[in-house]
């Protein structure tokens, strides 16, 4: 195993599945999403390994998640795995709205109803930490690469590529043009598609691009083969 990959978590908790939120949901009550987490997360041994960490960022229908799913076929399960840095956070919003959480997950018009108010409520909490989130899904690990489906904000990118937390970070920007994106569903949301978990990223220097489009100069099922070859290259440095 390479010795760049090892180092230790700066925040270690036992892995917060969807599952484990919701018991400690259901011991808490709606005490907010801090009362959870402060009931799963007690001192713990820090994991040996730290994963090589791909952090995906794009705008609605640009095709993240598919993207990601891709990737993670291409690395293997045994490799890769995704996290979603809003799945704990829908979660919380889900359990203290009385919303139904596997259709907040999902692409469809049960979350765009939500999401302008999810956005407000969890800048509300990233205002107290902006790493809050991050942290759950780093602690739930189990791979040597993790591939972060959903980055919106500048600190989510710092978060990773701070040096002393010991990650070996690769960001990638999924890019369709909006032609493309309304085929797919997208319409323009004032206080969705301007604000800055749309729009806090964009402009940034990235180490790979993929463009999602048909007919783009680099086909996606290539992009994506390049992007895998890079991060089997970090595995094995």
Not at 12 to 21: F, M, Q, W
Not at 90 to 105: I, P, R, T, V
Not at 158 to 182: C, H, L
Not at 184 to 200: I, K
Request: aromatic letters at 8%; glycine letters at 8%.
């Amino acid at each position: 195993t390479s010795s760049r990959l090892r180092g230790e978590f700066s925040c270690i908790c036992p892995a917060p599945s969807p599952h484990t939120l919701d018991r400690n949901f259901e011991k808490t009550g709606r005490g907010g999403i801090m009362g959870i987490v402060s009931s799963i997360c007690r001192p713990s041994k820090p994991s040996k390994q730290v994963p090589v960490v791909v952090i995906f960022s794009g705008k609605r229908k640009s095709g993240k998640d598919y993207c990601t799913e891709r990737l993670k076929s291409e690395l293997g399960p045994e490799t890769a795995e995704i996290g979603r840095l809003s799945a704990p956070l829908k979660l919380a919003y889900a359990k203290e709205h009385d919303l139904d959480y596997k259709q907040l997950l999902s692409d469809g018009p049960y979350k765009e109803k939500y999401r302008k108010d999810m956005i407000r409520w969890g800048e509300e909490r990233r205002t107290k930490d902006p790493g809050f989130f991050a942290k759950l899904v780093v602690a739930g690990c189990t791979r040597p690469v993790l591939i972060i489906s959903d980055a919106r904000r500048i600190t989510d990118i710092e978060f990773f590529k701070d040096p002393a937390k010991g990650f070996n970070p690769i960001t990638v920007r999924v890019e369709a043009t909006e032609e493309t994106r309304k085929t797919r569903g997208w319409v323009f949301t004032d206080g969705v598609d301007n604000v800055e978990s749309e729009c806090g990223l964009d402009g940034r220097n990235w180490d790979h691009v993929i463009q999602n489009d048909p007919g783009a100069k680099v086909p996606l099922t290539d992009a994506l083969k390049i992007l895998a070859s890079s991060i089997r290259g970090r595995l094995e440095d």
